[in-house]
């Protein structure tokens, strides 16, 4: 492979990666804009919430570069049977992570929030935003694992359908 086709073959699967990276706080941004219409209380709930279950994304971001390499390994060693094989094993997990934390996550939701000293209208707003969002976590950590799926089949592109990995 040449030089400039491989410099071709590198932006092909990091341009469409990095959007994928600025998409989440593009999102935040506009939780954002959209909640700071409704006063100051409710901001500062979402700040709060937000604060919480960021951490909670990022302690776990690991299902994606787990599964990444795992994938990548076995279609490069022309298995791409187990590859997928391997980003399904990590889609469950990761699944099953989701369910103990919505599990663990709904009862501690407030005292998690009061932790952080807010006052109690803040608190209430926080509490609300972060309960409906842990239902969501299970969701959030397959995708996570799903995008590790996809970039071991060096597939960046496809934000959330199937594609067969190009054959060798």
Known sequence: MTARALDREIARLAVPALGALIAEPLF????TALVGHLGAAPLAGLGVAGVILQTALGLLIFLA?????AVARRLGAGDATGAV????????FALGIGLVLVA??????RPLVTAFGTASAVASEATTYLTVSILGLPAMLLV???AGLLRGLQDTRTPSSWRRPASR
């Open 28 to 31: 935040l941004l506009t939780d």
């Open 65 to 69: 570069y787990a599964t990444t390499p």
């Open 85 to 92: 094989r391997a980003g399904v094993d990590g889609m469950w």
């Open 104 to 109: 663990a996550g709904l009862p501690t939701a």
């Open 144 to 146: 996570i694992a799903a």
